[in-house]
Protein backbone atom coordinates (compact mmCIF):
# COMPACT_ATOMS: atom_id res chain seq x y z
CA UNK A 1 0.00 0.00 0.00
CA UNK A 2 1.21 3.28 -0.48
CA UNK A 3 0.11 6.50 0.72
CA UNK A 4 1.11 9.54 -1.60
CA UNK A 5 4.23 9.76 -3.56
CA UNK A 6 5.27 8.12 -6.73
CA UNK A 7 5.95 4.50 -7.78
CA UNK A 8 7.54 3.79 -10.70
CA UNK A 9 7.76 0.10 -12.15
CA UNK A 10 10.17 -0.54 -14.57
CA UNK A 11 11.32 -3.62 -17.02
CA UNK A 12 12.58 -6.80 -14.72
CA UNK A 13 10.58 -6.07 -11.82
CA UNK A 14 7.71 -8.26 -10.52
CA UNK A 15 5.01 -8.12 -8.12
CA UNK A 16 4.15 -11.89 -7.39
CA UNK A 17 1.84 -14.47 -5.46
CA UNK A 18 0.27 -11.81 -2.58
CA UNK A 19 -3.01 -11.95 -1.01
CA UNK A 20 -4.88 -8.82 0.44
CA UNK A 21 -7.94 -9.58 2.18
CA UNK A 22 -9.85 -6.03 0.95
CA UNK A 23 -8.01 -4.14 -1.79
CA UNK A 24 -4.97 -4.04 -4.19
CA UNK A 25 -3.54 -8.11 -3.91
CA UNK A 26 -0.29 -6.52 -6.17
CA UNK A 27 -0.45 -2.72 -5.55
CA UNK A 28 -2.48 -0.51 -3.95
CA UNK A 29 -2.37 3.24 -4.17
CA UNK A 30 -3.83 6.00 -2.11
CA UNK A 31 -3.26 9.94 -2.88
CA UNK A 32 -0.08 9.03 -5.10
CA UNK A 33 1.22 8.52 -8.75
CA UNK A 34 1.89 4.65 -9.81
CA UNK A 35 3.92 5.08 -13.11
CA UNK A 36 4.16 1.38 -14.83
CA UNK A 37 6.86 1.53 -18.01
CA UNK A 38 7.57 -2.78 -17.45
CA UNK A 39 7.52 -5.25 -14.91
CA UNK A 40 4.44 -7.76 -14.22
CA UNK A 41 2.09 -7.76 -11.63
CA UNK A 42 0.95 -11.32 -11.66
CA UNK A 43 -1.11 -14.31 -9.42
CA UNK A 44 -2.39 -11.50 -6.33
CA UNK A 45 -5.38 -12.00 -5.06
CA UNK A 46 -7.87 -10.32 -3.19
CA UNK A 47 -10.24 -12.47 -0.89
CA UNK A 48 -13.25 -10.20 -0.27
CA UNK A 49 -12.81 -6.98 -2.17
CA UNK A 50 -11.54 -5.61 -5.08
CA UNK A 51 -8.74 -4.80 -7.26
CA UNK A 52 -6.78 -8.22 -7.74
CA UNK A 53 -3.60 -6.68 -9.25
CA UNK A 54 -3.88 -2.86 -8.46
CA UNK A 55 -6.10 -0.59 -6.59
CA UNK A 56 -6.63 2.86 -7.12
CA UNK A 57 -8.20 4.26 -4.55
CA UNK A 58 -9.79 8.27 -4.63
CA UNK A 59 -9.44 10.62 -7.70
CA UNK A 60 -6.39 12.45 -6.35
CA UNK A 61 -4.49 9.10 -7.25
CA UNK A 62 -3.43 8.29 -11.10
CA UNK A 63 -2.41 4.99 -12.60
CA UNK A 64 -0.18 5.43 -15.69
CA UNK A 65 0.52 2.32 -17.64
CA UNK A 66 2.76 2.36 -20.69
CA UNK A 67 4.54 -0.99 -20.50
CA UNK A 68 4.60 -4.04 -18.65
CA UNK A 69 2.21 -6.83 -18.05
CA UNK A 70 -0.53 -7.31 -15.59
CA UNK A 71 -1.91 -10.66 -15.49
CA UNK A 72 -0.25 -13.22 -18.09
CA UNK A 73 -0.67 -16.24 -20.19
CA UNK A 74 -1.53 -19.01 -17.64
CA UNK A 75 -4.05 -19.28 -14.75
CA UNK A 76 -1.01 -18.99 -12.22
CA UNK A 77 -0.60 -15.75 -14.01
CA UNK A 78 -3.84 -14.11 -13.25
CA UNK A 79 -5.10 -11.53 -10.62
CA UNK A 80 -7.90 -12.67 -9.16
CA UNK A 81 -10.42 -10.36 -7.33
CA UNK A 82 -13.54 -11.45 -5.41
CA UNK A 83 -15.54 -8.35 -6.11
CA UNK A 84 -14.65 -6.13 -8.89
CA UNK A 85 -11.33 -5.21 -11.06
CA UNK A 86 -9.38 -8.37 -11.47
CA UNK A 87 -6.25 -6.74 -13.16
CA UNK A 88 -7.21 -3.08 -12.59
CA UNK A 89 -9.78 -1.48 -9.80
CA UNK A 90 -9.87 2.42 -10.69
CA UNK A 91 -11.46 5.50 -8.90
CA UNK A 92 -8.80 7.59 -9.69
CA UNK A 93 -7.07 8.99 -12.87
CA UNK A 94 -6.36 5.84 -14.96
CA UNK A 95 -4.48 6.33 -18.50
CA UNK A 96 -2.77 2.98 -20.72
CA UNK A 97 -0.65 4.14 -23.75
CA UNK A 98 0.58 0.90 -23.40
CA UNK A 99 1.50 -2.76 -22.17
CA UNK A 100 -1.10 -5.76 -21.50
CA UNK A 101 -3.58 -6.18 -18.98
CA UNK A 102 -5.07 -10.03 -19.30
CA UNK A 103 -6.14 -13.08 -17.94
CA UNK A 104 -7.40 -11.69 -15.07
CA UNK A 105 -11.03 -12.35 -12.98
CA UNK A 106 -12.99 -10.19 -11.25
CA UNK A 107 -16.28 -12.18 -9.37
CA UNK A 108 -18.15 -9.45 -9.73
CA UNK A 109 -17.24 -6.32 -12.42
CA UNK A 110 -14.49 -5.43 -14.42
CA UNK A 111 -12.46 -8.29 -15.30
CA UNK A 112 -9.52 -6.74 -16.67
CA UNK A 113 -10.34 -3.23 -15.51
CA UNK A 114 -13.03 -1.60 -13.39
CA UNK A 115 -13.44 2.11 -13.72
CA UNK A 116 -15.32 4.60 -11.82
CA UNK A 117 -13.89 8.14 -12.64
CA UNK A 118 -11.56 8.73 -16.12
CA UNK A 119 -9.82 6.24 -18.10
CA UNK A 120 -7.74 6.84 -21.43
CA UNK A 121 -6.62 3.96 -23.28
CA UNK A 122 -4.66 5.24 -26.45
CA UNK A 123 -2.62 1.96 -26.38
CA UNK A 124 -2.04 -1.45 -25.35
CA UNK A 125 -4.11 -4.34 -24.90
CA UNK A 126 -6.70 -5.89 -22.91
CA UNK A 127 -7.54 -9.49 -23.35
CA UNK A 128 -8.74 -13.24 -22.51
CA UNK A 129 -9.62 -11.44 -18.87
CA UNK A 130 -13.85 -12.62 -17.46
CA UNK A 131 -16.13 -12.69 -15.16
CA UNK A 132 -17.67 -15.26 -13.15
CA UNK A 133 -20.46 -14.48 -11.07
CA UNK A 134 -23.71 -15.24 -12.47
CA UNK A 135 -26.13 -12.28 -13.24
CA UNK A 136 -24.00 -10.09 -11.90
CA UNK A 137 -20.35 -10.15 -13.78
CA UNK A 138 -20.45 -7.79 -16.13
CA UNK A 139 -17.56 -6.06 -18.50
CA UNK A 140 -15.31 -8.77 -19.01
CA UNK A 141 -12.08 -6.73 -20.58
CA UNK A 142 -13.62 -3.12 -19.10
CA UNK A 143 -16.57 -2.19 -16.53
CA UNK A 144 -16.67 1.22 -16.94
CA UNK A 145 -19.33 3.95 -14.73
CA UNK A 146 -17.67 7.16 -15.90
CA UNK A 147 -15.59 8.37 -18.54
CA UNK A 148 -13.85 5.74 -20.42
CA UNK A 149 -12.23 6.86 -24.18
CA UNK A 150 -10.52 4.89 -26.28
CA UNK A 151 -8.70 5.35 -29.51
CA UNK A 152 -5.31 5.06 -31.35
CA UNK A 153 -3.71 1.57 -30.96
CA UNK A 154 -5.68 0.61 -28.31
CA UNK A 155 -7.24 -2.95 -28.41
CA UNK A 156 -9.68 -5.10 -26.67
CA UNK A 157 -10.14 -8.54 -27.46
CA UNK A 158 -11.12 -12.34 -26.20
CA UNK A 159 -12.73 -10.95 -22.99
CA UNK A 160 -15.58 -13.17 -21.37
CA UNK A 161 -18.37 -12.31 -19.42
CA UNK A 162 -21.06 -14.15 -17.60
CA UNK A 163 -23.83 -11.64 -17.78
CA UNK A 164 -23.24 -8.48 -19.83
CA UNK A 165 -20.75 -6.53 -21.94
CA UNK A 166 -18.04 -9.16 -22.80
CA UNK A 167 -15.47 -6.61 -23.86
CA UNK A 168 -16.94 -3.31 -22.45
CA UNK A 169 -19.91 -2.72 -20.31
Do not use: H, P
Amino acid sequence: NMTGGTFTMETGSSINGNTASSQGGGVSINNGEFNMTGGTISGNRVTSGDGGGVFVKDTSSTFKMSGGTIGGTTDADKNTASGNGGGVYSTGILTMSGGTISRNTATNNGGGVYNTSSFKMTGGTISGNETTAVNVGSGGGVYNTSSFTMSGEATISENTSSYYGGGVF
